[in-house]
């Protein structure tokens, strides 16, 4: 917990499955919720034309830091002293991500290749809407 910036950090968050972003062959599980940690690798929703197997486009990231955010400090103790520090299931939920760019991300890189590969960047980026996670990658 940061009490000067009125954040609290987590390990860990809580969040619905988003129905209907998966393609219906590749996704038949019935599940409610998923758990994304720090360090997970998860799909993005981006601009542009779907891309298999979603319903939409969407990039690759890596999860570096969740937190919420809190309007006063009275919310921020009442949320320290009522449970766990380690995962966060509602709120003003914002992570800090990083970013993984595939071959038609890189200019002047082939795509003639058969190859399905991503390569780490240190492009990072805050969402500040968490719903833009689609699901783990």
Request: aromatic share 10%; net charge negative.
């Given at each position: 917990f940061d009490?000067?910036?009125?954040?609290?950090?987590?390990?860990e968050m809580s969040m619905p499955v988003q129905n209907g972003v998966f393609e219906?062959?590749?996704?038949?599980?019935?599940?409610?919720t998923w758990k994304v940690k720090m360090g997970d690798i998860v799909l993005l929703h981006c601009d542009g034309a779907k891309r298999y197997p979603m319903t939409c486009n969407w990039g690759v990231a890596?999860?570096?830091t969740i937190w919420k955010e809190y309007e006063t400090?009275?919310?921020l103790e009442k949320d320290m002293h009522a449970g766990s520090d380690e995962t966060i299931v509602q709120g003003a939920?914002?992570?800090e991500i990083r970013w993984f760019y595939e071959r038609h991300d890189?200019?002047?890189?082939?795509?003639?290749?058969?190859?399905d590969e991503v390569f780490e960047t240190d492009d990072v980026f805050i969402l500040d809407d968490v719903t833009t996670v689609l699901a783990p990658a």
């Open positions: 009490v000067s910036r009125l954040q609290a950090f987590y390990k219906e062959v590749f996704f038949k599980k019935s599940l409610s890596e999860i570096v400090r009275d919310d939920i914002k992570a890189v200019a002047g890189v082939s795509e003639d290749v058969e190859v």
